[in-house]
């Protein structure tokens, strides 16, 4: 089946340390996104990229690395400088200017 | 500015009523597309429809319907005979030109929808 796979579902971090998420897909699409959507708001752009080895910031990239040097692989880290890291991570993915695909999701806490 | 409203938080009603989900929108572009997503328990993000600006014609899919009006930027979502599946939150979106991401979509800040057996 094609679709986006997000692993972990869960993810608990530490005080100082890096963790990183997560997402691949196999629907051959160029373009692949980070959003986090925390409780009674909307999703927020975090990083976008629309082709391998390039990536561009979101609205809320502060404290967030990304990469893409697969096509189908575009894994998020959450660093030791977002301070407020608790949110519900969404990776989706896309053809140009078309409807996104999305991920089931990754729930980070802070221990 | 860019911006969606979704001014309902949440909405209970009761199997086999039919409900309606607003979505106000503001932008200043002439060319821009308007989404709708449902977010089940489950998490993941379920595409639903796309609307583009230059057509107002109303859509119907089975038991869901949308009403696009370009006057009052609005780009409601009705579900006839609502049934417990229907349970979720739901988004509207716009996208809107970002750098060179034109795929950049502002949510609203979602509807949850409950539906009572």
């Known amino acids: 089946d094609g679709g986006i796979t997000q692993s972990p579902k869960y993810l608990f971090r530490k005080e100082g340390q890096n963790v990183t998420l997560s997402c691949e897909q196999n629907?051959?699409?160029?373009?692949m996104y980070w959003y986090r959507q925390d409780p009674g708001q909307g999703l927020r752009l975090i990083y976008y990229?629309?082709?391998?080895?390039?990536?561009q910031k979101g609205d809320i990239a502060e404290g967030y690395s990304v990469s893409r040097e697969k096509k189908e692989s575009f894994p998020l880290t959450v660093t030791s400088a977002q301070k407020n890291p608790t949110a519900f991570y969404l990776c989706?993915?896309?053809?140009?200017?078309?409807?996104?695909?999305f991920g089931s999701g990754t729930q980070l806490s802070v221990l | 500015a860019q911006k969606v409203t979704q001014a309902q938080t949440e909405i209970s009603v009761v199997e086999k009523e039919d409900v309606t989900l607003d979505c106000v929108y503001e932008?200043?572009?002439?060319?821009?597309?308007l989404f709708w997503y449902k977010q089940p328990p489950s998490g993941e993000l379920v595409f639903l429809i796309r609307?583009?600006?230059?057509?107002?014609q109303n859509e119907i899919s089975g038991r869901y319907s949308w009403n696009f009006q370009k006057s009052t930027s609005s780009f409601n979502f009705t579900i006839t005979a609502s049934q417990v599946v229907d349970s979720a939150v739901y988004f509207c979106?716009?996208?809107?030109?970002?750098?060179?991401?034109?795929?950049?979509?502002?949510f609203g800040t979602g509807t949850l929808l409950a539906v009572q057996p």
């Open positions: 989706a993915s896309s053809e140009f200017n078309e409807k996104l695909f």
């Open positions: 629907l051959n699409h160029d373009a």
């Open positions: 990229s629309q082709i391998v080895n390039d990536f």
């Open positions: 932008t200043r572009d002439t060319t821009y597309y």
């Open positions: 609307r583009n600006s230059f057509d107002e």
């Open positions: 979106a716009l996208r809107v030109n970002y750098g060179g991401a034109t795929n950049k979509l502002i």
